[in-house]
T-cell receptor, first 110, second 116 residues
Framework: GEDVEQSLFLSVREGDSSVINCTYTDSSSTYLYWYKQEPGAGLQLLTYIFSNMDMKQDQRLTVLLNKKDKHLSLRIADTQTGDSAIYFCAEKDSSYKLIFGSGTRLLVRP | DTAVSQTPKYLVTQMGNDKSIKCEQNLGHDTMYWYKQDSKKFLKIMFSYNNKELIINETVPNRFSPKSPDKAHLNLHINSLELGDSAVYFC???????????????FGPGTRLTVL
């Protein structure tokens, strides 16, 4: 079946850039997503990218998609303490379900 | 003005009991979902309803039964609760069905179920 994998943990200093990586297996994915989960809350969509694009920028967020390697990344510029959260990568598979990774916990140190 | 709300927020119960979790969305969306997030934060879809019709039904035990009385509500009833059912359950909704476009899903705050 489909699989989405992420590293579990990332720690950065405030003001630095953060890069969260994700790999997926379903080559027929149409959309890929980044969701953010703050403690005790539900997931919130940060950004998404259509599979025929290789980059998308939205303010401090940059998404890079390497479809050949099935690799997705999220770069957060000028990371702030309020960015500390769990970040989930997800793909929309061929049966239109969202398949989520296990999440990357981002810790921003002051 | 909560968009997707769930009740209760916490649910502690004994093995073998039957319990329900309620979900309501006031966004006017057509599609609603239930997800299960385990202790390792792994999130997996359980069900999806579009206009009160079941469209996604993953391989979950028959003890789990979703019910959609109208398109703004999707409740989850669980019979004969087991220890392994302990998790956080998230409800979500989206404007369109899962098939269309990028289909942003809006999540509720979650219900933490603990089975003793």
């Amino acid at each position: 079946g489909e699989d989405v994998e992420q590293s579990l943990f990332l720690s950065v200093r405030e003001g630095d850039s953060s890069v969260i990586n994700c790999t997926y297996t379903d080559s027929s994915s149409t959309y890929l997503y980044w969701y953010k989960q703050e403690p005790g809350a539900g997931l919130q969509l940060l950004t998404y990218i259509f599979s025929n694009m290789d980059m998308k920028q939205d303010q401090r967020l940059t998404v890079l998609l390497n479809k050949k390697d099935k690799h997705l990344s999220l770069r957060i510029a000028d990371t702030q303490t309020g960015d500390s959260a769990i970040y989930f990568c997800a793909e929309k598979d061929s049966s239109y379900k969202l398949i989520f990774g296990s999440g990357t916990r981002l810790l921003v140190r002051p | 003005d909560t968009a997707v709300s769930q009740t209760p927020k916490y649910l502690v119960t004994q093995m073998g009991n039957d319990k329900s979790i309620k979900c309501e969305q006031n966004l006017g969306h057509d599609t609603m979902y239930w997800y299960k997030q385990d202790s390792k934060k792994f999130l997996k879809i359980m069900f999806s309803y579009n206009n009160k019709e079941l469209i996604i039904n993953e391989t979950v035990p028959n003890r789990f039964s979703p019910k959609s009385p109208d398109k703004a509500h999707l409740n989850l009833h669980i019979n004969s609760l087991e220890l392994g059912d302990s998790a956080v359950y998230f409800c979500a909704s989206s404007q369109d069905s899962a098939t269309s476009g990028y289909n942003e899903q809006f999540f509720g705050p979650g219900t933490r179920l603990t089975v003793l």
